[in-house]
């Protein structure tokens, strides 16, 4: 049993079938990415994990619960967070303040009524997010409008709100996509170091196959909506129909 | 200094507010009696209330408007129903305006939760309409069917044969707080100047000084910051586990019961509640003072509602007379000429002036009243620290 | 008490509609109150000074102090209206307050004053509620009221439209709208008419139309329209545009009633107006020595006949400046003694009471009709008849005016 | 007549950019077919572009690298005349005509076009709209038909909405969206992200493609190498300014230089 | 039945008056995105215009009628309107009682060139403010214009009339095969219906037989990146805010026999305005048109006797009890774009 088992799930808009029969199984402690061409439907199937979709058929069951029909801040509180493909962070609130609304998700939960506490005072709250911030690098900017910053720095910053909450289950849709590659590297460190000191399960989505075979345990190749090969890298990396597919002359 | 669970900057910013509010009688007062500048005085008891009261009802919009960037077009609504259930209470009780106030705050904070449950289902301008559409309910209701509980426009009194079960035999006729009767006024003489010291005054600022601090630690609270981040991104929000309804919920619900209070802070004043302060011209003033002022700055919603209010009631009062009066020094062909110009901007046309400093405002300070005021103290301190030399050698020069 | 004026000036508050529905009665209420007060301060003419019945006022001011005033606009809402008195009486500290259109705008301003302890005259309010179940021992009224509207005008009406008439009511949805129609149907019900319907309408609408188009398949033959201000001109310009006056019902011409006009009314309603009956307090085309000596002197100075509204403020702020001589005090207590059961002439409307028990007027009310051939702009309005003060007197504790529970309270003078 | 003004203008006013940095290679003495010159320019107060001067010649590609916040983008909308940045100071010259004199619509009819790092697909627009959009301002380029072609995956979703599709598509969209207007320059920023290899490997053969019909590129991209294979000259751009100037071999085969800026 | 007929009528009547505002408005809110409170100035404007020329018509010079008096005894002085004077009493009559119709003509040119000086000289650079500081200064800008109006045509509603071939009501319902008598309509009232069926028809092709109307959507999504594919978005920003200005006069032009304009009939029409296009849907043209005939059917039916008795007081809240149910039964009101004014 994987912590997330998703069982013939179809998602449909319009007269383009999207998502069809995909079955998939991610196991506790691993790293599972999930590639393939664009438009195959890798964003959607994310999406049907969090609860910004509602798949048509099939099932998503996280550690044994449904997560269908649950609200996103619900799934969150399950245990799974995720990085979007295009940065979604505070933009008018400091970098410091982005991380540490996080840390409040993760210590209070969904809603805590706290109108007279003083956010300046919640030392552990402020420590853990000066932690994490010096984990990914950021601490020097932390006093920066994340607006302002460029869009690598956006994307670490985002990861860095995500890590915080510690989730069982961390989803990157593309984390790496427009980063340099010295930044790309260490987000594989930072990525890796955190697997091992938390025993978190990732699901990634990348384009990039450095970061992929880096990371990667499992491999799933979504092609139009279904999945095409589940294997480990060495053999995706040689099978044939995903590199015509997908690889390309990458591989 | 810290005090209060504030920060040092907080605290000084805290009693520099608490200062001005309480010596507000003597600060408005600037012109001695019977000087041509008189006009201009604001320090008499009605005006002073309205500035307290306002600035409450401003304060609390903007813990809506300000922090999660919700635009009500609606909060007259929980105006109108404080005044309602403290005039209420004088027919039934007696004049203490305790009780009043307290089933105020109550009974708005029971409709805001009812409008806001309702209305939070949208965002955005849907929102905005859709607290439009039942504040005006409230008011074409108040104004029609629901005379026998509203007095229809007429508005709600107090008659000697109501019931006023706990009036006894010497208490006071009017509103009082155990005794204190608000209409009462202490008056000073110093040379030319008049200044009045006015129960009613003091108790709205007092109210006004404790709601103010209560909306400082909103905003350095985790609640605060809360209600910021839905302004800035409501998609991540939930994303990160948080449920952003009940902070949304919450915060309407709050600052519908700021306007519950400043309603029922009016009725304390003025024993009359009229459904007028329902409509939405009236939504729409707390709409305009905040966003004049600052939205989501501390200082700026009481500087709007300050700003309003002073021209609202000076400035309609300028008469011909008074033109008269003070151009009186000049040739008759300019005097003339100055008065009709003047007609534009003053007296009945005082909207005309109004409506230039809302555009003057908005167009060359983005950030409001406030935003003016830090750009001062800003060209003031570079002034200063450029210009210390330079005033070192003009000084002997004087 | 409250205000005493210690200086050479006593100041009053005028507290008129500057915008609102109203408006246009509330600025000619400002120019007549302007002309009285130069009046009592010896400037220009002297107006009605000379023909007034009390000889106490010789045009020096009141008890040796200059009169100066003080504007403000009530916006026609209560709120607004008590707010701006409110300012008057602490900021200007005036002694008293005259005007206020709109019957909701004076009960809500009359018990305002009746708290600070200052007169109150409440000029254009026509409410029998005014002086009925809302009178206050400070608040008196010149104006007439419904009840008075009625009264004058069903004998009119019974001669012009007959016994046998079914009327249909559109009423202004607030005090004085509602004691309007409850007058007029109980005076023309005492004629034989029957009331068909009586729909309430919101104040300032603006488009009547949906309120209009079902009259005239009602089996109504009369619209009464208890409409003022601009709602009047409004519904009764829209009733001929839905041909109404064309119209024929149950075999006789149809015809609307306008039971209180204004000439200010009947300007905005143009050719509309023809031909239609209705109530005043007073008109300028009146022959008597005051009413000549008024308009001689409001003419010249602002080019046009004064309006019924700007004859009320005139006159109640001459009686309140001759009250105030008479008692020899400013005091509201005094001042309100002085003017209980006050008896004079020469105000234009031939010989006045201001009764005791409740603080209304009595005079002569004017029955008027819509001119089918103006000469001018300002005779849109022909006199049809005076209806003597007996005609349209009532007992205080008449029931539509609070009946027996109705009282003026304790006179407060603010100490 | 105007134009022809402005191009009198313009070439009295021309003059040969100075070149400030360093490491400037003058391999050419031709005036060049794009040239900035000393380009300084502001977000608000803060200072990001700060004096920027390169040449392109005509026909060939240029790589703009450089880590994380170096300024390509800034400098690439600064060039554009988008307006934010706030370009205070600086000269741009496109065929010889003066774009710092112009606004966005302006610079783009005379040949200038942007495929922006965040792609800007409009929202409320079909596909298909959105490539019509382009075609309203002279002057036009490729046919819808010829971009579908190249973009079978655009040609298949033409009534959607475009923000609907997806990360991919969009890239595709936007670089449809500059080809199908006449333009002399191409100013791309990071047009391979988030795509599949496969689909980076098209791209590339259509940047060839675009090359040989004349047209001129500044590819901004962090997969420097990939970007240097096919560029013709790379500018390393540090803190908004420019550290390196010169042919992309000379990059690929400078170690410390690649170490040091590009962290490869 | 005769009175449900009547009320749609009249329904129709208000609807088209809701419609055209609201038409005007969403050109500006719905598609500019900017929240323009200065709409129903315009509206009032266009109203003024009608009666500006009215003025002009009527201007006269004086007469002294030695046979007549006025009301202080003086002789009389009577106005003769110069029109009447120059072009004979004849023609200047028809154009007096013509003007109206007549300022139609001169409102297109006077009320495209208020938006223009509007748009370029304030409008422009709150594209890219905060709707708040939109509202304050286009609230701003309506009570200075409110003002002025006041200031020189006072505070009173002017009687504006139709032409005298207008202003009789038609026997509508012998059309339908009523007795005679029975639905009778004003004839200005379905002037403005057909009027507004005719606006409405115009700016629709305009939009829809145009790219213009799609650049400017587009402009309102990203003004940023439709600038950078060469199309001058400010040009035609302009040329929308004109339009708008020109459609929301016309419609105060014809309404001013239907109702006299005063000053403040702009602000009595702009919440309601802001109502239906809300309810319409923001962005969508066609969702405020249907939006203002649905409002303003079931606003004349609320008023009918048998339903306010049934429910006392539906007549004062049915916009706003409407408005609430379907802005939530349907999220973006009844055809509204995702993502306009929903931040
Ligand atoms: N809301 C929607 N409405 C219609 N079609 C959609 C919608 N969302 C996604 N699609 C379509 O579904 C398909 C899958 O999209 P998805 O975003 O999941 O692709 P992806 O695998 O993440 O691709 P990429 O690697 O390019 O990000 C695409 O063709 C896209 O156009
Ligand atoms: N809107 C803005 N306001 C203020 N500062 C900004 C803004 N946009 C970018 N910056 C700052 O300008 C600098 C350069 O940003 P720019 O986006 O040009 O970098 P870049 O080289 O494109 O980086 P990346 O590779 O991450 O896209 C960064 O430090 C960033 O924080
Ligand atoms: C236009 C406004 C009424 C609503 C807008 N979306 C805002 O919240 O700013
Ligand atoms: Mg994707
Ligand atoms: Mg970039």
Redesign the interface.
């Known amino acids: 049993m994987g912590i997330l088992e998703v069982k013939n799930v179809g998602k449909r808009?319009?007269g383009?079938q999207a998502l069809s029969d995909v079955n998939l199984s991610v196991q506790e402690n691993t790293v599972h990415a999930i590639?393939?061409?664009?438009?195959?439907g890798?964003?959607t199937l994310l999406n049907c994990f969090v609860g910004k979709l509602i798949p048509d058929t099939g099932s998503v069951m996280f550690n044994g619960q449904s997560v269908l029909g649950l609200k996103p801040h619900q799934i969150n509180q399950m245990g799974i967070s995720r990085v979007f493909?295009?940065p979604e962070i505070f933009g008018d609130l400091t970098v410091m303040e982005n991380v540490m609304i996080s840390c409040f998700a993760k210590r209070d939960g969904a809603f805590r009524m706290h109108p007279f506490e003083t956010v300046a005072h919640e030392r552990d709250i402020v420590e853990q997010a000066e932690q994490m911030l010096t984990d990914v690098n950021m601490i020097d900017k932390r006093h920066m409008h994340a607006a302002?910053?460029?869009?690598?720095?956006k994307r670490r910053l985002e990861m860095a709100m995500c890590l915080a909450q510690e989730p069982r289950l961390l989803l990157l849709d593309?984390p790496t996509?427009?980063?340099?590659?010295?930044?790309?590297?260490n987000t594989i460190d930072l990525l890796k170091e955190i697997k091992e000191k938390r025993d978190i399960t990732m699901a990634i989505i990348e384009?990039d196959?450095h970061v992929v075979f880096s990371l990667a345990e499992r491999i799933t190749v979504l092609a139009q909506g279904t999945p095409l090969v589940e294997d480990t890298p060495e053999n995706i990396k040689g099978h044939p129909k995903v590199k015509e597919?997908?690889?390309?002359?990458?591989? | 200094m810290k005090m209060l669970g504030l920060s040092q900057r907080d605290t000084t910013f805290l009693l520099i507010v608490v200062f001005l509010t309480l010596v507000t009688p003597i600060l408005l007062q600037p012109f001695p009696e019977g000087s041509g500048m008189a006009t201009f005085n604001a320090g008499y008891p009605d005006l002073m209330q309205r500035f307290a009261i306002f600035g409450i009802f401003a304060i609390g919009f903007n813990i809506l408007f300000g922090l999660t960037g919700y635009l009500s077009f609606g909060h007259a609504a929980f105006l109108g129903v404080g005044s309602y259930s403290v005039v209420w209470m004088y027919k039934l009780l007696g004049y203490n305006v305790v009780p009043g106030i307290l089933l105020a705050v109550i009974v708005s904070a029971l409709f805001a939760l009812l409008i806001g449950y309702v209305s939070l289902r949208r965002s955005g301008i849907y929102f905005s309409i859709l607290t439009l559409a039942f504040a005006q309910m409230s008011y074409n209701l108040a104004y029609s069917v629901l005379t026998p509980l509203t007095n229809g426009e007429t508005g709600l009194q107090v008659y000697t044969n109501d019931p006023q079960v706990l009036m006894g035999e010497n208490s006071p006729t009017s509103p009082h707080f155990f005794g204190i009767v608000m209409n009462e006024s202490a008056k000073l003489n110093v040379g030319g100047w008049e200044f009045t010291f006015n129960n009613g005054y003091y108790f709205c600022a007092i109210v006004a000084i404790l709601v103010f601090y209560l909306s400082l630690r909103i905003f350095r609270s985790p609640f605060g910051l809360m209600l910021r981040a839905i302004k800035t991104n409501q998609t991540r929000l939930n994303y990160t586990g948080l449920n952003s309804r009940p902070y949304t919920l919450a915060a309407f619900v709050i600052s519908g019961m700021y306007a519950g209070l400043a309603g029922a802070l009016m009725a304390s004043m003025d024993p009359l509640a009229g459904a007028e302060r329902m409509q939405w011209t009236a939504s729409g003033e707390v709409v305009l003072m905040t966003i004049l002022g600052g939205a989501g700055t501390l200082m700026g919603p009481i500087l709007g509602a300050g700003f309003i209010k002073y021209f609202e009631n000076i400035f309609s009062k300028i008469n011909d007379n008074m033109l008269h009066q003070w151009f009186a020094w000049m040739p008759d062909g300019i005097e003339d000429f100055l008065i009709g110009l003047s007609h534009f901007f003053v007296g009945k046309s005082w909207h005309l002036t109004l409506g230039l400093l809302f555009m003057l405002v908005v167009i060359f300070l983005p950030g409001g009243l406030v935003e003016g005021g830090q750009r001062i103290a800003k060209a003031v301190r570079n002034r200063r620290s450029k210009g210390d030399g330079a005033e070192a050698q003009t000084q002997p020069a004087e | 008490f409250t205000n005493e004026p210690t200086g050479d000036t006593v100041t009053f508050g005028f507290n008129v509609p500057q915008t609102g529905p109203y408006a246009e009665e509330g600025l000619d209420e400002l120019r007549a109150q302007e002309l009285a007060i130069q009046h009592i301060n010896g400037e220009g003419d002297g107006g009605m000074l000379n023909t007034f019945s009390s000889k106490a006022l010789d045009g020096t001011g009141i008890l040796g102090k200059k009169a100066a005033f003080v504007t403000g606009d009530t916006q026609t809402k209560s709120d607004a209206a008590r707010a701006s008195a409110k300012s008057m009486i602490e900021k200007d500290g005036v002694v008293m307050i005259n005007g206020g259109s709109s019957s909701g705008v004076a009960v809500a301003v009359q018990g305002l004053c009746q708290e600070a302890g200052i007169i109150f005259m409440a000029g254009l309010t026509h409410s029998n509620d005014t002086t009925g179940k809302d009178r206050k021992a400070n608040g008196f009224r010149h104006f007439f009221n419904a009840y008075m509207s009625g009264a004058a005008l069903a004998p009119v009406l019974k001669n012009a439209y007959g016994t046998d008439r079914r009327a249909y009511h559109l009423t202004a949805d607030y005090t004085w709208g509602w004691t309007q129609q409850e007058s007029i149907q109980n005076a023309t019900e005492a004629l034989g008419w029957e009331t068909v319907n009586n729909v309430m309408t919101p104040v300032g609408a603006g488009d009547f139309s949906s309120y209009i188009t079902p009259v005239l398949n009602s089996g109504a033959d009369v619209l009464i329209l208890n409409h003022y201000g601009g709602d009047m001109v409004n519904s009764l310009t829209q009733s001929i545009q839905f041909g109404l006056r064309d119209a024929q019902a149950n075999g006789k011409n149809f015809e609307i009633v306008v039971p209180l006009y204004s000439e200010l009314m009947a300007a905005g309603a143009g050719e509309n107006i023809k031909g239609v009956y209705g109530s005043m307090n007073w008109n300028w085309q009146l022959t008597d020595a005051g009413t000549q000596a008024f308009v001689k002197s409001f003419g010249e100075k602002y080019g046009r006949p004064p309006s019924g509204s700007a004859h009320t403020c005139y006159v109640q702020t001459l009686l309140y400046a001759d009250a105030v001589t008479r008692a020899g005090s400013f005091n509201p207590c005094a001042v309100a003694e002085a003017l209980e059961g006050f008896e004079f002439d020469g105000m234009g409307n031939g010989p006045t009471l201001y009764r005791a028990e409740d603080h209304q007027c009595f005079k002569d009310v004017l029955v008027m009709k819509g001119a089918e051939n103006p000469t001018t702009e300002y005779d849109t309005l022909e006199i049809v008849e005076v209806t003597p003060v007996d005609q349209v007197m009532y007992e205080p504790n008449h029931p539509m005016f609070g009946g027996d529970e109705a009282s003026l309270g304790e006179c407060n003078d603010g100490a | 007549m105007k134009d022809m003004n402005e191009q009198v203008v313009g070439e009295a006013k021309r003059r040969e950019p100075v070149d400030h940095s360093n490491n400037a290679n003058h391999a050419s003495t031709a005036p060049a077919f794009f040239s900035c010159w000393d380009i300084h320019a502001y977000?608000g107060e803060?200072y990001i572009v700060q004096g920027v001067t390169f040449n392109v010649h005509e026909g060939e590609i240029l790589a703009l690298l450089g880590?994380?916040?170096a300024g390509k983008?800034s400098t690439l909308r600064a060039l554009?005349r988008?307006?934010?940045p706030m370009v205070t100071q600086g000269e741009i010259w496109l065929d010889h005509k003066p774009l710092h004199q112009m606004?966005?619509?302006?610079a783009?009819?005379n040949g200038l076009?942007?495929v922006?790092?965040?792609r800007?697909i409009?929202?409320?627009?079909t596909v298909e709209?959105n490539l019509?959009?382009?075609q309203?301002?002279?002057p036009i380029g490729w046919s819808l038909e010829r971009v579908y072609e190249l973009f079978p995956?655009l040609g298949e979703r033409r009534k959607?909405e475009g923000t609907?599709?997806?990360?991919?598509?969009q890239?595709?969209l936007a670089i449809a969206?500059a080809l199908v207007?006449d333009i002399k320059l191409l100013l791309l920023d990071?047009p391979y992200?988030?795509?599949?290899?496969?689909?980076?490997?098209e791209i590339e053969k259509t940047l060839n493609v675009i090359k040989a019909q004349g047209i001129t590129t500044v590819l901004v991209e962090?997969?420097?190498v990939r970007a240097l294979e096919l560029a013709d000259r790379a500018v390393i751009l540090d803190t908004g300014t420019v550290v390196f100037d010169g042919t992309a071999k000379e990059v690929l085969d400078n170690e410390a230089l690649r170490h040091e800026y590009?962290?490869? | 039945m005769d009175a449900i007929i009547l009320q749609i009528l009249n329904g129709l009547d208000k609807g088209s008056a809701y419609a055209l505002i609201a038409l005007g408005l969403t050109l500006i809110f719905g598609t500019l995105g900017v929240v323009n409170f200065a709409h129903g100035a315009l509206f009032m404007i266009g109203a003024f215009v009608a009666v500006t020329l009215q003025r002009i018509f009527n201007l006269s010079f004086e007469q002294i009628d030695p046979t007549k008096k006025d009301f202080l005894g003086n002789p009389l002085k009577v106005e003769v309107p110069y029109v009447e004077a120059w072009f004979g009493a004849d023609v200047g009559d028809w154009l007096i009682d013509w003007s109206v119709p007549l300022a139609i003509i001169f409102a297109i040119p006077v009320m495209l060139l208020v938006g223009f000086v509007m748009e370029r000289g304030l409008i422009k650079h709150f594209y890219k403010r905060p709707h708040a500081d939109q509202i304050l200064v286009t609230f701003g800008l309506a009570i200075v214009l409110q003002e002025l109006i006041k200031y020189f045509f006072g505070a009173n509603p002017i009687q504006t009339g139709a032409p005298d071939a207008f202003s009789g009501s038609m026997d509508f319902g012998v059309l339908l095969g009523f007795d005679p008598n029975v639905i009778i309509y004003p004839y200005w009232r379905l002037v403005y219906f057909l009027f507004a069926a005719i606006v409405i028809g115009a700016v629709f092709s305009f939009l829809q037989f145009t790219?213009f109307g799609?650049?400017v959507?587009?402009g309102m999504?990203?003004r940023?990146?439709?600038?950078?594919?060469?199309?001058?978005?400010d040009k035609r920003f302009t040329l929308m805010f004109g339009l708008a200005a020109a459609v929301a006069g016309m419609a105060g032009v014809m309404y001013t026999p239907i109702l006299a304009p005063n000053y403040h009939m702009g602000m009595d029409f702009l919440v309601l305005s802001f109502v239906v296009v809300v309810v319409g849907g923001m962005?969508s043209l066609p969702g405020a048109v249907a939006a203002g005939f649905l409002l303003g059917v079931l606003q004349s039916f609320a008023s009918m006797n048998e339903i306010k008795s049934l429910i006392p007081g539906i007549d004062q809240v049915i916009i706003y009890l409407v408005a609430i149910i379907i802005l939530l039964t349907r999220p973006r009101g009844l055809m509204g774009?995702?993502?306009?004014m929903e931040e």
């Open positions: 808009f319009g383009l590639i393939g061409p664009n438009g195959a890798k964003s493909q295009t302002s910053m460029s869009r690598g720095d593309e996509a427009g980063m340099a590659r010295a930044d790309t590297n384009h196959m597919a997908y690889l390309g002359e990458a591989a | 977000y803060s880590r994380n916040g983008t554009a988008t307006g934010s606004k966005s619509h302006e783009a009819q076009a942007l922006p790092e965040d800007r409009i929202q409320g627009l709209e019509q959009l382009a309203i301002a002279p995956r959607q609907t599709l997806s990360g991919g598509e890239q595709m969206r207007r990071e992200e988030g795509l599949a290899p496969v689909i980076v490997d962090q997969n420097a590009l962290a490869i | 790219t799609m650049v959507r587009a999504a990203d940023e990146t439709v600038g950078l594919l060469g199309i001058n978005i962005g774009r995702a993502g306009v």
